[in-house]
């Protein structure tokens, strides 16, 4: 694919904006008719389905992060020249052809697309069917920036296929496809997994623990609780188990305060054994496999563990290795804890909310990886490229 220049990439994004400001109306009109056949009892997936000013807002600022970053592409990641005087420079470049496949949120439209198109990559976007009016009139606008600036549209295509004809397009695809990014859940991973011919970048699940440490400030640990569970539930980096050390100092009326806390501020409570004997009245798992799930609710799991090692093991176990934060005064703990636990994401004394590419720095982000090839964490502009070598020789030949 020909490499544009910094320029002209920028130039579309510019035009984006303005066509974006120009058309709030446009789009919340598209949203509204993608609302109105939604069945509004998946709360999670209709959060993040539904659109307002706000939302779009956040798209503009999205366009204006990348926008104001610098170029990833040909950029010198290593350069050396051997005793033969063979010349060797390894760089930054495209993948070339990056389908994501995502459902609900047409927001993702725009920030994939700007993320991608900026690294110089085509961009396939399959979208659910939920959102089809809202993501065709983002993306007629996505077609009108790169015509303002005399650039084909092929840069960036909304697939409309269903469920039958994405798996054949995995399987067969009609054009050169070099990433495949399914962000959503375990049945989507799973689906292009088996189906998908190229290399698959994982968003998985968040299914994110919490542990409560002996030493600690109870006061700190409400606060970021709340935030975690309550602040979006439609997100993957909410919180979905929080495990106590019983070892705490008045373990029975802190877990009880943290039960009140959180039905409170209408969460539901699942305990296991060892909380249940404390709490009750809380309905008690009967089966492990809750251990794995990602909520996407106001449900959140009171787990007990009687060490820090114990809770390290049980998030390696269940977790979806996204995100895992631990509640300690003390730094020592608190290292182990971030050490050991296998996740992209890992906090000490803070939310698992703050795992998103704008939250930490990254800018927009196409999703959150949780992978480790070729990036862990939020993927943003800097991680939507590969590197290629360009060797200089002179005649060189190797004997």
């Known amino acids: 694919m020909k490499l544009l220049s910094e320029d002209i990439k920028n130039k579309v994004l510019v035009s984006m904006v303005n066509l974006i400001k120009a058309n709030y109306t446009t789009i919340l009109e598209a949203n509204k008719k993608d609302i109105d056949a939604f069945n509004k009892k998946d709360q999670a ?6 659109l307002n000013e706000k939302k779009i807002d956040g798209m503009i600022q999205a366009i204006e992060e990348v926008h104001v970053q610098q170029d990833p592409v040909g950029k010198v990641i290593e350069s050396k020249t051997l005793d033969s005087g063979l010349e060797i420079i390894n760089k930054t470049a495209p993948f070339g052809t990056i389908m994501i496949i995502y459902e609900s949120r047409p927001d993702v439209t725009v920030e994939a697309t700007v ?5 110089n990559n085509k961009i396939l976007l399959k979208g659910g069917k939920e959102a089809i009016h809202s993501n065709k009139a983002i993306v007629a606008l996505w077609h009108k920036a790169l015509a303002e600036n005399n650039l084909s549209t092929e840069y960036i295509k909304l697939l409309t296929m269903n469920r039958e ?3 054949e397009f995995l399987k067969n695809p009609t054009e050169p496809l070099d990433l495949i990014v399914p962000r959503g859940g375990e049945r ?17 699940r968040g299914n994110n623990f919490l542990y409560v440490d002996t030493e600690t400030d109870w006061h700190q640990v409400i606060k970021v609780i709340l935030n975690a569970k309550t602040h979006k539930i439609s997100a993957c980096n909410a919180l979905d188990k929080i495990l106590v050390n019983r070892n ?3 373990f029975e009326g802190k877990l ?10 209408g969460v539901s409570v699942l305990v296991d054994k060892t909380s249940h004997k404390v709490l009750t009245e809380e309905k008690l798992i009967e089966d492990d496999a809750v251990w794995y799930e990602e909520f996407l609710e106001m449900k959140c799991l009171v787990g007990t563990v009687d060490s820090v090692e114990q809770a390290i093991q049980q998030i390696n176990t269940y977790s979806g290795g996204h995100s895992a934060t631990i509640m300690t005064t003390n730094k020592t703990t608190a290292q182990q804890f971030m050490e ?8 000490h004394n803070a939310s698992t909310r703050f795992t ?13 990886s949780t992978d480790k090839l070729h990036h862990r964490g939020p993927l943003g502009l800097k991680e939507l490229v590969t590197n290629k070598y360009y060797v200089y020789g002179d005649g060189h030949i190797r004997v």
Request: hydrophobic share 45%; net charge negative; with cysteine.
């Open 45 to 50: 997936m209709y959060d993040r389905l539904i």
């Open 115 to 119: 993320l991608a198109f900026k690294a």
């Open 165 to 167: 004809e994405t798996q």
């Open 188 to 204: 989507l991973i799973k689906f292009v997994k088996d189906h998908a011919k190229c290399a698959v970048l994982v968003s998985g």
């Open 248 to 250: 705490i100092e008045n």
């Open 256 to 265: 009880k305060d943290l039960n009140t806390v959180l039905k409170s501020n």
């Open 340 to 347: 050991q636990v296998d996740c992209a994401a890992v906090y």
């Open 356 to 368: 998103d590419g704008g939250q930490l720095g990254a800018g927009a982000e196409l999703a959150i």
